[in-house]
């Protein structure tokens, strides 16, 4: 409570001008007396010495007023103009100040000198000519000097204000002191390394009567300390300023004013050994302290003495030690006084602050302290309350006790004079008056009488023993009727609201000295008392700055007599050196404002300094109204003030918690914050027992703990709490990311336990608007106790320990514990203190003083320990073991925590861990099979056999990898330099040597997508070319980015966390990064055992086998199979976290490499080239993964509609008229039927791009299939022929185009041999294999698709084929891994190593090296800019490389839409191609696993996806081929296709019952196209998938997590087909969802279970969801002819009758018809009875392009009947009368007739009875 208005009467205005008058005449006169006028004697003749100093080193001469020349001169000074004015123009002369008078005698404690004044001028007059010098060696680290008059006795602060001094006991020293003789100067140096510390020969000592200066020179510009101001900065700028101190009721504007306390004390740190000094200045008089660069300090005082006390100490916090060993320990809190606190001036009456407490204890807030300021009062009057507005006032203090809260009053020390309301004598007054304990006026009989909040007031004089005497009584007698718990005294500086009395002050020297500091106003009794009045200790001109001291000493007294040995509470504003002793404090009447919480830090940090461990700010500010955001961050940073009190002024809105709302942000973040603050006050107890013990800080300056880094010298935007805790919290508005440093120290997150990846280095901190960051150092133990929403409930919960471990596994805590409240619990010893120790796996808990029994029989239960590299194993507990369910370890966090615990506090307790690595927890060093204890030895491994199956012998150690030698942070991401000190290493078949050179980029390019590469800086190498759709410059922000990334040390690794849920989603701090030329492994811990993805391999299951599995990958023509890398490469997969949430992760490498799965659960990658670029994006969704993993790879391509067809394919047609004998077959069963293809047996002897004369008739076949509505697919491999003798000029153009792979630096083509035949030659197909590749395969050139002229070589040859001589309508490439029927080329390959790499990844056949049956690896290709490239870098993007040109090649030679299916793909050939599961076989366990297959196929973004139906390979069998038609008729790629030499297996090979089951099943997937073609096309624009897991839609009901033999068809249809043989049933899991049977469209009734349904041979399960509407259309033979029909709406409603659907719809054959806008599209949606229909777009329909709507079918209707429907088409309204059957629910409404055009149908009602 500070400056409040008053309104003023006329007279007192009047008075007030007056007063000013006198002051502006008395203002002049003290100019003349300062000019020299009176008193100043100027020596004849009189020349000052003045040599050249530095400007830095002046010492201004005239520090009063202006300077000018003739002042100067007067003054006996040196006068030197500068060009700037803060500068001293006119400087002391060395020609002033005193010399050595005789010489320096010693004596038991120091020493004397007698000094002299040398003949100068005065400066302002009565100079004092002879002084003496005294000096004491006090302790070996504290030396006093002071200089006094001998022949007259001056004013000195009183001897109990310190700690007294019983002479000197130590016999040497760690300073020496040196006295220059003339002029006088006197130096402190530090004997350890001669450095000076106090130097006062920089400037002469001044010493009149009202006028003493002093200067010190100081060795370094650290200096802290100096107040009470407010200094915008911990660390003092040294560019001239002057800070006044003299004790005054101000404002905390920042403007340099002196404030409410006196603490002429700083401290110095010299340099980075942490020695430093601090001095203190033992005067109370009103003084100036000048910082100047030099760099120097004066002091310039008006009175008293110059008494000096220098303080020694190894490190800062001891110089702080060696002060408040001299200044008294700071009083030890109660437990209560840590709680937070509430108060505000002026709740109206005790309705509005009862209104207080109840919001905040219902917000829940912890809350411990009530305040009433003076409105509690009658009329402000002390010892009184207002029994109208606050009647009920001690039953409201009982009720707070009742909840375990305190209550605390305001007292100030001004007595009203005038009588109670009631005109009855005001006691306090009248008992104070009779007991003369009044502050006297100048004559010392008289009261001074000034005026305060109760009017007209006098002063207690606290110096007085009858005053304290007095005071104490009246607090006595208060307190029997109201029960307050403590006691906050305020206006104490002493605060008058006139100036000096009520009838002025006189004019003299003490109210108008010579010299007036820079203080407040200028004038000395400005809204104080007289100067001239009297007090026991002295003229209030000296003691002035005591008042508040003397106070609370005195209330301190009156607390004992009230509480007797309870410690009770109190809180002062003006203070002194030693108050705090007594008392705690608060920064005073701050605003809110930013630039306050700033400040508020640093004044919290020098009171630390001065010895008020209990101190703090007003919370939200006292003054002015405060923003929601500002009070939020006020409110966490508050939280961890030693002193935490939410307080507000008398004008405006209230600021406690609970105002803001019950459940604001505000409020959450509070009650986090605070709940922290309860848990760890045992530990904050502790910090004020060493403060009251010891000396030292609680909160505490980064620099304390940290000098010997320059970088903390200046931090003031974050404290510590003692040694061990770091705050940092966000201090401007606006912001979420913080600049904060941390010191070279392991740090962990407070609130995650996480390691923090940053050590002594600045990081941006990511803190949101509910967050304030916390960390815990590493090597201290933190005790802690459940908190609750009081220190009375919280002090009897169960206790436990923090235990964060530093570099060395190592850590160290107390604990310091009593009743919370006797005064004399420590110095009687009545209390437990814990020595807590933690090394080599064992934490001792060890009670070195154990006296207190706690009432509340408390017990340690939990132990948390921070950085433990491994899961604890083999806990004990007092030798006792602990179960292993009390025993939980976070992996990621490392983090371990014991539960469960009984360990009785005061009891000592032993707890063991063991960090014995678990078989889980190995990663493999030796992932060949043949590990031996010698060569795993020799790898640097560790070798531990096991019985455990798959689980790695050799494994590696657990600090096996890189370090970080550097991070950079940037807004947009880090960048991180990272070494080994490894030269080389073993890698089981090799030596290998490791990369030292490498460089960490992590970006964040999107909020929800970042990107984490590691490479090598000093040499370039090969990155993959593959564009990925990434922003220019990265789009995240901070606060909406989903994810935060650390990188961790020792060893190297990133960890990236869902911001959201805190899991880590990777953490690669694992043993075994390596990087070198030809092998790189990184490994990763995974949030879950459900991780989906990596391709292309055969599966058994959707999710991967976490149980020590390794997959291959390297694109390979290889059939599908278990462990056998196939057609393609997906390093990509899809994560599951506990939570629900999904993540994706894609490696953009193109090298060979295998993946590891280990139940840790974690992942290793390793590849043999390239570097790691790895990007992940966090859905939350794991359909969002998709749709942002195809936003950054490339959306799926739009299929045109006729590819939904169905589709025929057989290797081995003979000719031309055994593909028309199934067409015409087809037709006549009318199966629905829109694609046949032909193999390579349409290619003359397989030579791509040539007609088999057994086909010449193709041509006009495919032109019949074109007029019947169909389409015709060719295929084409890459190889081609170059043995030709005759013309082909596919070959003879390439090759002069120079289109081929070569031999590297030659034009040569490396040979392969693929399907082509040799010209000319019989083929007996009768011998096998090895033989025909050998006799009758002809050389094969392999195009080289990175090459522009090979990408235009292949569009023409498309485009001339097309024209010349097939009118295909899609391409079908196969053998583009590339697929070779030799081992590299003919005469074998040249470079063995590229071959045959040291490490071989898991492959099929891995020792026939990476050439097996494809080209060699070092091949060289050619990337657009002309760079060679070997293949074995980019062999696994050749189907990737074909897939672009072939798309447009297929796009000009037809001008229209068509569909490229390719067997080998890379992450985004989906932009241009389907794909097909390649050569499977016709065996039952193939159709579940075609279902995995596509939903793989699905996350890698490649959405047209099917499998050969019926089987590639083997003889299918007649029910197997039912199954799978009924299967493969909902593949997005709905295609049948097997080998020559097995049976045909097109539907029209099998008996009518077979073609009935095709047809019926195909019938229903042509229905239903338009809802097929509508996903594809969300598909293509955002990117989500067609064939969907059920975990996609509900990933919350953990049984889908598992299921891969049932799928969806998007968000609605859920498909479930029948998989094993003789099965006449399916057991299918219904999700969470109302559902409809396709069939029937009636409702199941099940859903969250697995039921079992019927299913004959002629019936596949499928079922509708509820909540949707599907279009669909009556099928018919091909989609030419079903796209004619009227399109229908299926309307299953779900539970609250609701639905909604789209639909897509285009020409089905246009190029980019969404691009270009040339499409319709519409929303349905269904509530409340009624069908509406949004058209989003429409450029495509139209009465001359119509689609009619005709059907409306709505399941799940519930009513009686339903009469009517009401369509508002085309802006009228017509009826239609439906069928409607109650029993099954379901409404169909026939509109064929009406020939509604679905584009102008608006909405559609209908009327229902229930």
Not at 1516 to 1543: D, I, K, P
Request: charged share 20%; proline share 6%.
């Amino acid at each position: 409570m500070g400056l409040r208005k008053k309104k003023f009467t006329g007279l007192e205005i009047s008075l007030i001008t007056v007063f000013l008058l006198l002051v502006i005449v008395t203002c002049v006169l003290i100019g003349l007396l300062a000019t020299g006028h009176s008193g100043v004697k100027v020596p004849a003749e009189f020349s000052p010495t003045c040599p050249e100093v530095p400007v830095s080193d002046r010492i201004d001469c005239i520090p009063d007023q202006v300077a000018t020349k003739d002042l100067c001169v007067l003054r006996g000074c040196c006068w030197n103009p500068y060009n700037e004015t803060n500068i001293p123009w006119c400087y002391l002369s060395g020609s002033h100040g005193y010399q050595l008078d005789g010489s320096q005698q010693n004596n038991a404690s120091g020493f004397e000198a007698r000094l002299r004044r040398l003949s100068a001028p005065s400066l302002f007059g009565s100079d004092i000519d002879s002084l003496l010098l005294t000096g004491q060696y006090q302790t070996k680290n504290r030396f006093r000097f002071k200089i006094t008059d001998p022949n007259h006795a001056r004013y000195e602060v009183p001897s109990e204000i310190l700690n007294p001094f019983a002479g000197t006991v130590d016999t040497t020293f760690n300073y020496r002191v040196e006295i220059t003789e003339n002029p006088f100067g006197i130096k402190v140096i530090r004997n350890s390394n001669n450095r000076i510390l106090f130097d006062s020969t920089i400037g002469p000592l001044v010493y009149s009567d009202q006028y003493l200066q002093i200067t010190t020179r100081v060795p370094s510009v650290n200096v802290y300390g100096i107040g009470e101001h407010v200094h915008r900065q911990y660390r003092h700028d040294f560019n001239w300023k002057t800070w006044p101190i003299f004790t005054r009721d101000a404002l905390p504007t920042g403007d340099m004013s002196n404030l409410y306390g006196a603490h002429p004390f700083f401290l110095c740190l010299e340099d980075e050994s942490g020695k430093s000094f601090g001095v203190f200045f033992m005067n109370t008089n009103a003084m100036d302290v000048v910082f100047q660069p030099a760099p120097a300090i004066t002091y310039r005082t008006i009175g008293g003495i110059l008494d000096f006390y220098i303080f020694l100490g190894d490190t800062p916090e001891q110089v702080v030690q060696e002060y408040i060993s001299l200044i008294g320990l700071p009083r030890m809190p109660s437990y209560w006084n840590l709680g937070f606190q509430i108060c505000r001036w002026n709740y109206s009456d005790l309705n509005d602050l009862k209104a207080v407490v109840q919001r905040n204890r219902e917000a829940g807030i912890p809350y411990d302290v009530q305040y009433t300021d003076i409105d509690y009062m009658e009329d402000a009057k002390d010892f009184t309350y207002d029994t109208k507005d606050f009647a009920g006032l001690p039953e409201f203090v009982a009720d707070l006790h009742s909840h375990g809260q305190k209550y605390v009053i305001i007292l100030d020390p001004g007595i009203s004079t005038g009588p109670l309301r009631n005109n009855a004598a005001y006691g306090t007054y009248k008992r104070g008056t009779a007991k003369g304990v009044w502050v006297k006026d100048s004559q010392g009989v008289e009261p001074l009488i000034g005026e305060v909040w109760p009017g007209e007031a006098v002063y207690p004089d606290f110096t007085n023993p009858t005053a304290v005497e007095w005071w104490a009584d009246e607090c006595r007698l208060f307190h029997e009727t109201i029960q307050f718990d403590g006691l906050w005294v305020d206006m104490n500086e002493v605060s008058n609201f006139v100036k000096g009395s009520k009838t002025g002050c006189a004019t003299n020297t003490l109210n108008y000295p010579p010299f007036t500091p820079k203080i407040l106003d200028g004038v000395m009794y400005s809204k104080t008392l007289c100067m001239d009045a009297v007090q026991n200790w002295g003229k209030h001109y000296d003691v002035h700055s005591l008042y508040g001291y003397s106070m609370a000493s005195a209330t301190d007294e009156a607390l004992k007599v009230v509480f007797g040995n309870k410690r009770s509470f109190l809180l002062s504003r003006s203070t002194f050196a030693g108050s705090g002793r007594f008392t705690g404090h608060w920064t005073g009447d701050n605003f809110a404002t930013w630039d306050n919480l700033k400040w508020s830090i640093q004044g919290m940090l020098e009171f630390g300094l001065f010895g008020y461990p209990l101190i703090g700010s007003d919370i939200c500010g006292f003054l002015d109204n405060v923003s929601e955001e500002l009070c939020r961050r006020w409110l966490q940073l508050g939280a961890f003030y030693p002193f935490s009190r939410n307080h507000n002024g008398d004008a405006f809105e209230p600021k406690d918690p609970a105002y803001f709302g019950k459940n604001s942000l505000l409020v959450n973040s509070t009650k986090h914050y605070l709940n922290i603050r309860y848990t760890l006050l045992p530990y904050l107890y502790t910090l004020f027992y060493n403060a009251h013990t010891k000396g030292t800080t609680v909160a505490r300056p980064v620099l304390h703990e940290f000098y010997s880094d320059k970088t903390t010298w200046d931090i003031d935007r974050q404290f510590m709490w003692g040694s061990g805790f770091l705050i940092t919290p966000v201090l401007d508005e606006g912001k979420i990311t913080v600049t904060a440093y941390m010191p070279d120290a392991v740090w962990y997150d407070y609130e995650t336990g996480i390691k923090s990846p940053w050590r002594k280095q600045h990081c941006e901190m990511y803190l949101p608007g509910d967050k304030i960051g916390l960390h815990l150092r590493g090597g201290y133990i933190f005790p802690t106790q459940q908190p609750a929403n009081t220190t009375v409930y919280s002090r009897a919960n169960p206790m436990g320990l923090i235990v964060a471990l530093d570099d060395n596994q190592q850590a160290q805590g107390e604990l310091y514990w009593d009743d919370g409240e006797s005064r004399d619990a420590s110095s009687s010893g009545n209390y437990l203190l814990y020595q807590f120790t933690v090394s080599e796996g064992t934490l001792v808990m060890n009670p070195i003083h154990n006296t207190y029994k706690d009432p509340n029989n408390i017990k340690f239960e939990e132990i948390k320990i921070l950085g433990l590299p491994l899961e604890p194993s083999g806990v004990m507990v007092n030798s006792s073991p602990v179960a292993s369910n009390n025993v939980n370890y976070n992996a990621a966090n490392k983090v371990a925590h014991i539960t469960g615990l009984q360990l009785r506090v005061g009891d000592q307790h032993t707890i063991k861990w063991n960090q014995n690595m678990r078989e889980i927890d190995r990663f493999d060093c030796h992932p060949y099979p043949d590990a031996t204890q010698s060569s795993c030895t020799a790898l640097g491994c560790l070798w531990q056999p096991t019985l455990t199956p798959r689980v790695p012998h050799c494994y590696y150690p657990s600090d096996y990898g890189y370090t970080v030698d550097q991070v950079l942070y940037s807004a947009s991401g880090l960048v991180a330099n990272l070494g080994r000190h490894v030269k080389s290493t073993r890698l089981s078949k090799a030596t290998i040597t490791p990369i030292n050179t490498l460089r960490l980029e992590v970006k964040y390019h999107e909020n929800n997508m970042l990107q984490f590469k590691i490479y090598d800086y000093s040499n370039e190498r090969y990155e993959v070319p593959v564009p990925l759709n990434l922003p220019s410059t990265p789009t995240s922000d901070p606060v909406n980015r989903l994810y935060d990334v650390s990188i961790q040390n020792n060893p190297f690794g990133i960890q990236v966390r869902r911001r959201s849920t805190g899991t880590v989603l990777w953490d690669s701090q694992l043993p075994g990064f390596i990087f070198s030329d030809m092998f790189i492994q990184i490994s990763t811990r995974l949030p879950s055992q459900y991780v989906y993805g990596f391709g292309e391999t055969e599966h058994t299951q959707y999710r991967r086998d976490m149980n020590w599995q390794t997959w291959g990958m390297f694109t390979h023509d290889q059939p599908p199979g278990y462990k056998l890398n196939s057609y393609g490469f997906h390093p990509f997969y899809m994560g599951l976290e506990n939570e629900g949430n999904a993540h994706g992760v894609l490696l953009l490498n193109s090298n060979a490499m295998d993946v590891t799965f280990q139940p840790t659960p974690a992942l290793t990658y390793r590849t043999i080239g390239g570097i790691l670029d790895f990007y992940m994006v966090l859905g939350p969704t794991p359909e969002q993964v998709v749709q942002q993993y195809t936003k950054l790879i490339g959306r799926p391509v739009m299929p045109p509609y006729w590819a939904l067809g169905f589709q025929l394919c057989r290797y081995g047609y003979q000719n031309d008229s055994e593909v028309s004998e199934v067409y015409y077959a087809m037709k006549e069963s009318k199966i629905p039927y829109d694609v046949q293809y032909t193999d390579i047996d349409y290619m003359e002897r397989q030579l791509d791009f040539t007609l088999s004369p057994d086909f010449q008739g193709l041509p006009d076949l495919v032109d019949r299939i074109h007029q019947d509505g169909g389409r015709f697919i060719i295929i084409l491999d890459p190889a081609i022929s170059g043995n030709e003798t005759e013309p082909y000029p596919t070959f003879t153009d390439g090759l002069a185009e120079d289109v081929f792979i070569t031999w590297p630096g030659t034009k040569e083509i490396p040979w392969g041999k693929v399907w082509p035949d040799y010209p000319n030659i019989e083929i007996d197909k009768n011998t096998d294999a090895e033989y025909q590749v050998e006799h009758y395969r002809a050389y094969v050139a392999f195009p080289d698709f990175f090459r522009p002229s090979t990408r235009q070589w292949w569009q023409r040859e498309i485009e001339r084929y097309y024209n010349n001589t097939l009118k295909f309508d899609g391409l079908w490439t196969d053998m583009n891994e590339p697929s070779n029927f030799i081992d590299g080329a003919v005469g074998g390959c040249r470079n063995y190593i590229l071959n045959h790499p040291p490490y071989m990844p898991d492959l099929a056949l891995r020792g026939r090296g990476l050439d097996m049956v494809t080209t060699c690896m070092e091949g060289e290709q050619q990337f657009p800019n002309g760079t060679p490239v070997s293949h074995y870098n980019v062999h696994n993007l050749y189907g990737w490389s074909q897939a672009e040109p072939t798309y447009y090649g297929l796009r000009n030679a037809t001008r229209e839409r068509g569909i490229i299916i390719t067997r080998s793909t890379y992450p985004s050939s989906g932009k241009w191609t389907g794909h097909w599961l390649g050569d499977n076989f016709a065996q039952w366990d193939q159709l579940e696993k075609s279902i995995i297959g596509i939903m793989e196929y699905s996350i890698f973004g490649i959405s047209y996806c099917g499998a050969d139906i019926c089987g590639f390979f083997n003889d299918t069998t007649y029910e197997m081929c039912a199954r799978w038609m009924q299967l493969g008729a909902f593949y997005t790629f709905s295609r049948n296709h097997n080998v020559m030499g097995t049976r045909r297996q097109d539907p029209v090979s099998f008996d009518e019952p077979f073609k009935n089951i095709s047809r019926d099943v195909l019938n229903i997937r042509y229905r239903l196209l338009p809802y097929l073609y509508t996903l594809m096309h969300l598909a293509h624009v955002k990117g989500s998938t067609v064939a969907r897991p059920l975990l996609h839609e509900f990933v919350y009901e953990r049984e889908t997590w598992d299921i891969y033999k049932q799928f969806m068809w998007g968000p609605a249809m859920l498909i479930s087909p029948v998989l094993e043989e003789g099965a006449r049933s399916v057991n299918a899991y219904i999700p969470s969802a109302r559902w409809y049977d396709y069939h029937t469209g009636e409702y199941i009734g099940v859903r969250k279970q697995f039921k079992v349904f019927p299913a004959p041979l002629e019936y596949i399960n499928l079922h509708i969801r509820g909540g949707y509407i599907i279009p669909w259309q009556e099928p018919n033979t091909t989609t030419t002819y079903s796209r004619l029909n009227p399109m229908g709406l299926i309307v299953a409603l779900d539970d609250r009758g609701s639905a909604q659907g789209q639909l897509f719809w285009d020409d089905g054959v246009g190029i980019d018809t969404y691009e270009e806008g040339k499409y319709y599209f519409a929303t349905f949606q269904v509530t409340l009875n009624a069908l509406n229909v949004y058209v989003d777009h429409n450029n495509y329909l139209s009465d001359t392009v119509p689609l009619q709507f005709g059907h409306l079918h709505i399941w799940g209707l519930a009513a009686t009947s339903a009469t009517n429907i009401t369509i508002s088409y085309d802006g009228k309204t017509e009826y239609v009368t439906p069928e409607y059957n109650p029993e099954t629910q379901i409404l169909k409404a026939d509109f064929t007739d009406q020939n509604y055009l679905l584009h102008k149908v608006q909405q559609v009602k209908w009327t229902i009875s229930t």
